[in-house]
């Protein structure tokens, strides 16, 4: 079956090619709508739910709010597991589904059952349901710019057109860019970060309440009431009988959640575009793009649009790797027949059929489903080999049988070369497939594998298979049609080759020593397999392959309890110590979180990233040479024009040398690379390739553990730095009840306590919701006291007709 499929083919080789060709445009057409991205996305698929409770410690948040959180998102249909996090201010709780099928219908009822919890949760506390985004789904970051002054291009925004800075800035970005952007196809969310926000601000003072006889816990009652009744406007929270008496309602700017900068120099807003999880992201990238130009005209006076991180640059760079690679064997593999057969058009079959089978792998990959990532390009790469080895054994062999008729002085015509092709390609073609065959079944049990290993792994499974599947088709139908067009002319015995008899004079006595000393071969083998045992230990083993992205991710990590003004300036003199850092092209950092689901970032971890120029550029190391040691001087610099001394750093080089410039007091360095840390995030919430989980019920235990195993993982050969996070270390203003003051004004303790533990935490009261005509966000709102005592002296005893029983000081 195997001979007539390929004398067939020989014999009709202008319909083989022509097919061939078509196929090959079908492949082209594959690879150019195949999506793409850098590395596949590992994590499971995840809904991310954020739970804000601003002015109260982790401890009271995990027992608060992540506790009701988790138990209340338990047993979603669909889902597997709700893993809880807890940070000051803040909960972070992922709800983890088995299949990206069940992502919907897990948020819908995740949305239900956060309305049911409402009343559950404390207070004050404001709750996000994150979008079904991908774990890398941090595609593209911009920075806008402020100018001297805004803008206004459209009529409905006139109002903006006095204000200057970042709040312009911030506006323009909440009310056109964003919802721009969020409305392209594959966009889960835009999240922004940096400038000023609206807030509701409920204001009132010691002397209003005091001359209306009212008392703040009686404000705080009917503010809430009010909320419960889901006000829309400011406005309408002042109708309230008693808050209008003793209140003021307006939206006021309020610092955001976290704080950016490029270079150090200037305070930017960033926006993060974020692609659903089953989006092509690189698409959705050039969607984006398109927008962003679209609306570029509308930028307010004098403000500026850059691109801070956009990952199809990396992926592109994948490809290219690969599209090199190709390119390289081709060319390797050409000059090799060139050189041992020393027939030039035979060295034509490979640069056609390696393409091809490339081509037809990639239209596999589209049939099936699969994105081209830097997996399944490198099984591209893998298994390209063994349809090369294909190749060489066919053309060697067809290459052989008419040598072979040329020796015995035989004149071959245009029939009998094809029968004696036909013959050498039947004889040798069905060991070839067997081959394949068997390379192809080596990668099956991987199809098996779930989990994170499943999709780490089956990409590249497939693409190989995928490969060897193509080699196979392609021995058997286009290789027989171009052997037969292009095997014409004088063909050269192998040995009348002077490359080939000068090698094989060379190996012929190491064969006759091997075939007659068989026993000591065969040992020898064994023993220098078994040298190598030793070193197996200290290869090091990596789960997901290291990847450079062109860009490094510097997370330090301070104490926590770091004020958003002291966070600031540590961001940019950080940032600032880094721009100026020999192979570093552009900075820009973040501190604390945008305000999306995605993002639980404190106030005490700062983001940087961190764009690295090419590497000839970076800093040169001297490193010893062969000839370093003993080669005079006049020779070393003969020498040093093929083998240089100085060389540019390594990655792990430079981040040492970033590490050991960018040390701050107080501060704990971590460095990754941004879609490394992504996906570490989201697939285990540690945000450096290793952590180690800490468990104990008693939080003074679990800090003396957990400060014990940072100091043991310090120790460890190779840890550049090691971080505790405990549930608290942050200082806090609080207050102490007095129980002479409670007793003589007949105060209730649990009523004054709750008094000034809202004082205390900000006054958030809840949020109005957001009105689709404006597309903003829901706004805060928040009762303010403004009472003497509050700015007095913690030392001094505070006496107030309001809160009469409060003692203001800090904790030791």
């Known amino acids: ?64 709010v992540t506790r009701v959180l988790t138990v209340g998102l338990d047993h979603i249909p669909g889902s597997t597991a709700v893993r809880g996090q807890s940070m000051a201010d803040m909960a972070y709780v992922d709800v983890v589904f088995g299949a990206d099928a069940a992502l919907a219908a897990g948020r819908g009822e995740i949305v239900r059952r956060m309305a049911e919890l409402r009343s559950r949760l404390p207070g004050g506390a404001v709750v996000t349901v994150g979008p079904a985004a991908s774990a890398t789904g941090w595609g593209m970051q911009y920075a ?45 969310e835009v999240a922004t970060l940096g400038g000023e926000t609206d807030e509701v601000v409920v204001q009132t003072s010691a002397d209003q309440l005091r001359g209306a006889n009212v008392a703040l816990s009686d404000v705080i009652a009917a503010l809430r009431a009010k909320m419960a009744t889901h006000p829309t406007t400011a406005a309408e929270i002042a109708r309230d009988p008693l808050l209008s008496r003793v209140t003021r309602a307006s939206v006021l700017p309020t610092m955001a959640g ?86 030039p058009a035979s060295a034509l079959v490979p640069m056609v059929t390696l393409p091809f089978i490339v081509l037809l792998t990639f239209a596999g990959l589209k049939l099936f489903g699969v994105p081209v990532t ?46 004696r092709l036909a013959a050498a390609a039947g004889a040798l073609v069905p060991a070839i497939l067997t081959s394949l065959l068997i390379a192809a079944l080596a990668f099956v049990p991987v199809f098996a594998f779930g989990g994170e290993v499943g999709r780490l792994l089956r990409p590249l499974a497939l693409s190989k298979t995928l490969v060897v599947l193509a080699g196979a088709l392609v021995t058997l139908t286009l290789a027989p049609a171009l052997r037969d067009r292009l095997f014409r002319g004088r063909i050269v015995p192998e040995l009348r080759n002077p490359l080939t008899a000068v090698l094989v004079r060379a190996y012929r006595p190491l064969v006759h020593f091997a075939l007659a000393r ?13 040298s190598c045992l030793p070193i197996v230990s200290h290869l090091g083993s990596e789960f997901l392959p290291h990847i450079d992205e062109g860009e490094l991710l510097y997370m330090p990590t301070a104490s926590a309890g770091l004020s958003a ?43 940087t990233t961190i764009r690295l120029k090419p590497r000839a550029t970076w800093p040169r190391v001297v490193r010893a040479r062969w000839y370093s040691s003993w080669a005079p001087e006049p020779v070393k610099r003969l020498l040093r024009r093929i083998w240089p001394e100085r060389q540019p750093m390594t990655s792990d080089e430079l981040v040492e040398h970033l590490d050991a410039h960018t040390y701050r007091p107080g501060w704990t360095n971590a460095w990754t690379a941004p879609v490394r840390a992504r996906m570490d995030m989201m697939s285990t919430g540690v945000r450096t390739p290793v952590g180690v989980r800490v468990v104990a019920a008693d939080p003074t235990r679990l800090d003396a553990i957990g400060s014990a195993v940072e100091a043991a993982v310090r120790r460890v050969p190779g840890t550049r730095s090691a971080v505790y996070e405990g549930l608290g270390g942050e200082r806090r203003l609080g207050f102490e009840l007095d129980p002479q003051a409670l007793a003589r004004w007949d105060v209730d303790p649990a009523r004054a306590r709750a008094v000034a533990d809202f ?54």
């Open 1 to 64: 079956m195997i001979a007539r499929v390929i004398d067939l083919c020989a014999r009709r080789p202008w319909l083989v090619i022509g097919a061939t060709a078509l196929a090959a445009v079908g492949g082209y057409a594959a690879q150019r709508s195949l999506a793409r991205d850098a590395i596949p996305d590992l994590s499971d698929p995840r809904i991310g739910v954020v739970a804000e409770w601003m002015g109260h410690p982790a401890t009271d948040v995990a027992n608060q």
């Open 144 to 188: 806008l710019l402020a100018g001297p002054k805004f803008h206004a291009p459209m009529g409905e925004n006139s109002h903006l057109t006095h204000q200057s800075g970042v709040r312009a800035v911030r506006k323009f970005q909440d009310l056109m860019l964003r919802p721009a952007l969020e409305a392209v196809p594959g966009v889960a």
């Open 258 to 343: 976290g704080e950016a900068d490029v270079d150090g120099s200037e305070q930017v807003v960033i926006g993060t575009v974020i692609a659903k999880r089953d989006a092509d992201p690189i698409a959705v990238i050039a969607r984006v793009k398109q927008a962003i130009e679209e609306h570029r005209h509308h930028l307010p006076r004098g403000a500026k649009l850059h691109v801070l991180y956009d990952r199809s640059e990396l992926a592109g760079r994948v490809e290219h790797t690969l599209v090199r690679a190709v390119a390289e064997e081709v060319a390797v593999v050409a000059l090799v027949v060139l050189l041992f057969l020393l027939h």
């Open 374 to 419: 830097v997996m399944s390009l490198g099984g591209i790469a893998i298994a390209l080999g063994l349809a090369v080895d294909a190749d060489l054994v066919a053309l060697e062999a067809c290459h052989r049988r008419l040598e072979a008729a040329g020796a015995a002085g035989e004149a071959v015509d245009a029939a009998d070369r094809r029968r």
């Open 518 to 530: 068989p026993a000591i071969t065969l040992v020898t083998a064994v023993l220098a397999a078994i």
């Open 565 to 607: 003004v002291d966070a600031h300036g540590e961001l940019t003199e950080q940032d600032r110590d880094i721009t100026v850092l020999p192979g570093v092209q552009a900075v820009f950092g973040k501190i604390g979180r945008s305000d999306s689901a995605t993002d639980p970032a404190p106030y005490s971890m700062a983001e």
């Open 759 to 812: 004082v205390a935490t900000g006054g958030a009261i809840g949020e109005i919701p957001a009105r689709e005509s404006t597309a903003k966000r829901p706004l805060p709102v928040r009762l303010a006291l403004d009472a003497p005592w509050l700015h007095k002296p913690p030392q001094d005893l505070i006496r107030d007709a309001t809160v009469p029983v409060l003692v203001y000081k800090r904790p030791a």
